[in-house]
């Protein structure tokens, strides 16, 4: 009998490991399917479904195979081998290069229509029986957004300073976004200005890896119904141009819109996130307003805002119009941010209470409902978890509008607790929406009526609405 060596043994756990691994590459993945958001679905020759982020319906693909779950493989997306028949050819010159956008190829029906179908999937797959039956277009497709975050940086190693969004598949390299098709043309301006003055002047970006440099980021937000609009510029703290002469710079700059304020924002921390470890005011207010349904709000850089101005007052009035009654009843808000919703639905309601766990979110509510002379909202400064607590009041009403992660899964049960005649729940995150709606309906609540609502155009991003109440 033949005694193994410890070169048999090698040898066998390499063919061993070699069969388990299978191919590791794929170079003609067919997408037969698609999830929300954006990730396309093949099967390998064992009929196993391979999960392509990024990948549309009908292309074929190259992938590079990862991790193996126990109902799926995830793979990386190396190279579109053949078009879907969906696409055409895209009218932004920087798609190929910028990782921005992702639909900028479907024509706007086709985006709704495929958004719907990879909503649905969801519910398939998670084994509800429902079927959202509806998407809201966005009253504008093309610039819509009235915030930008750019990035400073370089298109290419060594290149010169680059002032825009990070490039598709290669995170340290920065496109410059010089015609973007999803904002006014103002950001377009500034951007390009902004970039060929410091560029002009010899000021270096923040270079991650080194940890030197000044330039980090660039913030723009614009009011879409009062044009103001306000800059931020984050640097880190090793600073040596000369601030009065930028500020000088900007006011110079021709714009559509008014400039009506310049921050300055120091961040020395090492993760590429903007945080104000310290804000100096360099022109005019930090704040700008924007109006919605009618009403006015005052925001300030770091609040957070809804960034399709019309679209949102689509959202907020058909979430709104779902609720049977409004007047003479008391709503919560939960996850209430600077507090439009509240703002909206105080208009009719009895009594209106949100709560906000961003401080400065609510700070800029109550000043907002005292802009707005309502009287009838009322807004807590507290985690959602602990904040309901505190609430005394019996609800009728009881909106939702989580984070992207959802409902916190400690503070759903509280929250149905509740029991009021009708949720509203309205959700960024169609895959926590979808999570979050079973634990409804497994504590007796239906859904009445659903939406989608495409607040963010040629994105793979919507917003999803349903009215829960009580399966009597």
Excluded: W
């Excluded at 033949?2 to 299978?22: L, S």
């Excluded at 306000?230 to 880190?236: G, Y």
């Excluded at 310290?278 to 609040?303: N, T």
């Amino acid at each position: 009998m033949h005694r193994m060596t410890i070169y048999d043994k090698i040898a066998v756990i390499i063919v061993i490991g070699g069969n388990m691994r299978g191919k590791r590459v794929l170079e003609d993945l067919k997408i037969i399917d698609s999830e929300f958001p954006n990730i396309g679905i093949g099967k390998n020759e064992e009929g196993f479904p391979i999960y392509v982020k990024n990948a549309l319906q009908g292309q074929t693909v190259k992938v590079k195979l990862g991790r193996k779950k126990e109902d799926r493989i995830e793979a990386k997306l190396l190279e579109v081998v053949e078009r879907s028949p969906m696409e055409k050819e895209s009218q932004c010159i920087h798609f190929s290069e910028c990782g921005g956008c992702t639909y900028q190829r479907l024509d706007y029906d086709e985006e709704l229509n495929y958004k719907l179908r990879q909503i649905n999937n969801l519910f398939v797959h998670g084994e509800i029986d429902h079927k959202m039956s509806e998407i809201i277009p966005s009253p504008k497709y093309t610039n819509y957004r009235n915030k930008m975050e750019y990035t400073f940086g370089d298109e290419y190693k060594d290149g010169p300073l680059s002032v825009g969004l990070h490039a598709r598949g290669r995170f340290h390299d920065i496109v410059n976004t010089s015609r973007c098709e999803i904002v006014h043309d103002d950001f377009n301006v500034i951007r390009e200005g902004i970039r060929e003055y410091f560029e002009g002047i010899g000021v270096s970006y923040y270079k991650r890896r080194l940890h030197e440099g000044s330039l980090r980021h660039l913030v723009v937000r614009r009011g879409e119904y009062t044009k103001e609009i306000l800059l931020n510029l984050v640097t880190t703290s090793d600073v040596d141009f000369d601030m009065e002469a930028f500020v000088e710079y900007i006011k110079s700059v021709e714009l559509e819109g008014e400039v009506v304020g310049i921050i300055h924002t120091i961040n020395d921390s090492l993760g590429d996130a903007i945080t104000p470890e310290k804000v100096e005011l360099l022109y005019g207010r930090d704040y700008f307003y924007e109006e919605i349904l009618g009403l006015r709000f005052k925001i300030s850089p770091f609040s957070f805002f809804q960034t399709n101005t019309k679209s949102a007052e689509v959202l907020y009035s058909k979430a709104l119009g779902f609720i049977s009654e409004l007047d003479d009843k008391i709503v919560f808000d939960l996850y209430s941010g600077t507090g439009t919703i509240s703002q909206i639905a105080g208009l009719k309601a009895k009594k209106v209470y949100g709560i906000e766990i961003v401080e400065e979110a609510v700070v800029a509510a109550r000043e907002n409902a005292k802009l707005n002379g309502l009287k009838n909202v009322e807004f807590l400064a507290e985690d959602v978890l602990t904040g309901v607590d505190k609430l005394e009041a019996k609800p009728d009403v009881v909106i939702i509008d989580p984070p992207r992660e959802g409902i916190n899964p400690k503070a759903i049960n509280k929250i149905i607790d509740f029991d009021p005649e009708e949720f509203l729940y309205i959700s960024c995150n169609p895959k926590t929406f979808v999570r979050d709606l079973k634990v409804f309906m497994e504590r007796g609540y239906k859904i009445k009526e659903s939406v989608v609502v495409d607040q963010f155009p040629r994105t793979s991003h919507v917003e999803t609405i349903a009215l829960l109440q009580r399966d009597i």
